[in-house]
């Protein structure tokens, strides 16, 4: 179940008041139009202004007897302006509404769902600028390689926080389109003029052109982009969740007081929260290939669509946020070791230097880069079996003393590597 930390928010977005007003949006802004050009009499918009309004209640008890809610929603408010209602609604179809108002409800959302990235590259900078000179060991394969720091790593994921909030500002220009053209998308019975009118106020732009519907290639842009913007909270906890290990312990979720990690172990301290956001991104990968599979639709429309966008659109964007504020909230809190992070970063005894004793032997005393494999590796192996240090062995092989100093090892030996970080920062403007 979605936690009801987001619902006072993007739950409200999807609320049945919010998408009725908006659907009353459109109606009312269609009637405005078509009085400019002269269809409607002035005084029946006034008065549709003046009465129009609608029940949720009301709209479930129509909608159970005549099994359609575009209907059950204009009985409902026709209830309530009386005689004028009946240039409510005048030459729309119900797709005219739905899809107008679904876009206006999912741009809604689109740009909170920004709004909540924003956030969370704001706790990412945090501890990117906090963390910029802690030292870790940076891992491929699950296995030790070369030093990095945690502020990089934090700095990694900013960047990919700023793509992802323009792949979502993307996906809400794409989604905020209207159409307001009939029942296939002719305009038959409406004057063009009426759907630029009604988007104008909508905060959207008319399509191009339509069928019955808007195509769903807008809608699946949108929530790709949401898995995409999953799958990369999923990256990020999985990370954290793989660093909280006990064997590796670099940093852990903020484990409050009372709370407990397992029923039958007191010890226990679990990356609940991350494992949750993981969980939850497989959710929104799902929903994504629904709405590829929403594209297809018969003709110039079919229903086929519909009762799925009732779901995977809601919930993903609700999901999205959900996560968002919980990843944000974990970095926030992050408790980092970096005691933890020098003491795995010494863990090999020097092997992580072996690049650099490779490059010195080859760039600086001419060797080639098989001999010098073959002089690095072997120490490297020995050192891997034995528990050796590195340096040490490297020192006792007669065939690398003549070519290289213990000075000159002594400088190989250090972390100064690291000194391009600030490199990076400063394309952050850090």
Request: hydrophobic share 40%; proline share 2%.
């Amino acid at each position: 179940m979605i936690d009801r930390y987001t619902l006072p928010e993007m739950g409200q977005i999807w609320s049945e008041e919010n998408k009725f007003r908006k659907w009353l949006d459109v109606e009312i802004y269609a009637c405005e139009a078509m009085a400019e050009l002269g269809q409607i009499p002035a005084e029946a918009l006034a008065e549709i202004k003046a009465k129009a309004n609608f029940n949720v209640q009301r709209i479930a008890e129509i909608e159970a007897v005549v099994d359609h809610d575009v209907i059950a929603f204009t009985t409902n408010v026709s209830e309530y302006v009386g005689e004028a209602s009946k240039y409510i609604h005048l030459g729309l179809t119900s797709s005219d509404v739905l899809d107008t108002a679904n876009a206006a409800l999912m741009k809604e959302a689109g740009l909170h769902l920004v709004g909540r990235l924003r956030q969370l590259r704001e706790a990412l900078l945090e501890k990117a600028g906090e963390h910029r000179k802690t030292i870790m060991i940076g891992r491929t394969h699950g296995i030790h390689a070369e030093p990095i720091t945690f502020g990089l790593k934090m700095l990694l994921w900013v960047a990919e926080t700023d793509r992802n909030i323009q792949r979502m500002e993307r996906a809400v220009e794409t989604i905020s389109a209207g159409k307001v053209s009939g029942v296939v998308g002719t305009y038959a019975n409406i004057d063009p003029r009426v759907e630029e009118h009604v988007c104008a106020r909508m905060g959207l732009t008319p399509a191009m052109v339509s069928t019955q519907v808007l195509q769903r290639d807008r809608h699946a842009e949108y929530l790709t982009t949401i898995a995409v913007i999953g799958s990369s909270l999923d990256k990020f906890a999985t990370e954290l969740r793989s660093l909280q290990r006990t064997d590796i312990l670099e940093v852990e979720e903020y484990f409050k007081k009372g709370q407990k990690g397992s029923s039958a172990m007191p010890h226990k301290r679990n990356p609940i929260t991350g494992e949750r956001i993981s969980g939850l991104a497989r959710l929104l990968r799902g929903n994504a290939v629904a709405a590829m599979e929403n594209v297809p639709l018969w003709n110039e429309r079919d229903i086929s669509h519909s009762s799925v966008e009732r779901v995977i659109i809601p919930d993903s964007t609700i999901t999205l946020d959900y996560m968002l504020v919980k990843l944000t909230g974990i970095i926030t809190n992050l408790l980092v070791y970096p005691e933890n992070m020098m003491r795995n970063v010494e863990r090999t005894h020097g092997l992580i230097f072996s690049q650099r004793v490779l490059l010195s032997l080859v760039e600086e005393k001419g060797l080639s880069r098989e001999r010098a494999y073959e002089l690095v590796q072997r120490n490297a192996m020995q050192s891997w079996r034995t528990g050796e240090n590195f340096r040490e062995l490297l020192v006792k092989d007669s065939e690398v003393t003549a070519l290289l100093s213990e000075k000159e090892l002594d400088e190989l030996f250090d972390y100064n590597y690291l000194k391009h970080v600030d490199d990076v920062y400063r394309r952050f403007g850090l």
